[in-house]
């Protein structure tokens, strides 16, 4: 109860001597107490400031103990008057929340009175992210390109997944074969599975894009600058096209845990996939981009992949794929 009235342990003590023995100055106090002199005018001076001491009339310099029904009393009567002003507050805090909550709804409502909507900068792309995951309800698909992710990302990332898997929800991503060789990136993706979430691995992917319940997709403004902007769509037909592309892609990819299975003529899925970029006319960069690897490992699979085909340039490569079967013309688009 003292607690409660602000009194610590020392300005009690000091308190309770008092009242038995009303004469008692700092010496006394602190010989009977046992505590320094020091901790004893803190305590009296704590006990000035609640009202509970008053200076002596008789004795100059001295304090005496204002008796508990007077000091106590009015100490809970300033408690209970905080407390109604608290009560107040609160309510007054509620009525504004009450109000801030029925504009944001209305505004929401006009915002998403349209099918598609455009956000721009991380923030409220992360913010988007953060509500759309904490409604959705039975499923999360998700693509994610770019290869190793960075550490910002996956720290925004953990509390949603994994709030949103302890609820339930499935939720089934495609990685990029590349995060193999990013121990961060590749730790969380375990942590993930492990966490009941299904993961796979695909040599390319489309650009990074989440889907929550199949009714309301997050995909890029500009995949080549993910962090500037984002469309959130719920046009029907926008995403149950883009639930059937993800259905393909995770057709198609490796599960965690299984090996690669080597392709035609023991080619990986990435030298697949660069021999395709590469047929289609890509740079290295943009192969590198679209594996989430570097230039350099795009450029030595490339090299290792002409030297196998005897080619003297990137269009004798692809072309070259082609006439050999390895790469089906149907697939280059």
């Known amino acids: 109860m003292f607690d409660l009235l602000g009194l610590n342990g020392i300005a009690q003590a000091v308190y309770e001597e008092m009242l038995r023995n009303p004469a008692a100055d700092v010496d006394d106090l602190s010989w009977t107490l046992g505590l320094p002199t ?95 995951a904490s409604r959705c309800e039975s499923e999360v698909i998700a693509f994610v390109p770019g290869g190793a992710q960075s550490p910002a990302n996956m720290e925004a990332s953990r509390p949603l997944d994994e709030s949103t898997l302890l609820r339930g929800v499935q939720m089934r991503t495609v990685y990029l074969e590349s995060i193999g060789n990013d121990p961060a990136t590749k730790e969380y993706a375990r942590w993930l599975a492990d966490s009941g979430a299904q993961i796979r691995f695909a040599a390319v992917l489309p650009p990074r894009m989440v889907i929550y319940d199949r009714k309301v997709a997050i995909v890029p403004d500009d995949p080549d600058a993910t962090h500037r902007g984002a469309l959130v769509t719920r046009s029907k037909g926008v995403v149950s096209a883009l639930c059937e592309l993800f259905e393909q892609v995770w057709a198609t990819a490796r599960p965690l845990g299984a090996d690669s299975q080597p392709g035609y003529d023991g080619l990986t899925l990435q030298e697949q996939a660069v021999l395709r970029l590469l047929a289609q006319g890509n740079t290295d960069d943009q192969i590198a981009r679209r594996l989430g690897t570097s230039v350099r490992t795009t450029r030595r699979i490339t090299a290792a992949l002409a030297n196998r085909l005897g080619a003297r340039s990137r269009f004798q490569t692809g072309a070259l794929a082609v006439v050999r079967g390895w790469l089906d013309p149907r697939e280059l688009g």
Do not use: K
């Not at 001491?53 to 809970?76: C, D, H, K, M, N």
């Not at 009175?113 to 759309?132: P, Q």
């Open 38 to 132: 020091s901790q004893v005018r803190d305590g009296l001076a704590r006990l000035n400031e609640l009202a509970l001491i008053r200076p002596s009339w008789q004795t100059p310099g001295e304090y005496r103990a204002v008796e508990p029904e007077v000091g106590l009393e009015l100490l809970l009567s300033n408690q209970e008057a905080d407390l109604r002003r608290r009560q107040e507050e609160i309510e007054a805090g509620r009525l504004e929340l009450e109000r801030l909550v029925a504009q944001y709804a209305e505004f929401s409502h006009v915002r998403q009175s349209a099918d598609t909507e455009r956000l721009s900068g991380i923030d409220a792309i992360r913010l988007r992210i953060e509500s759309l």
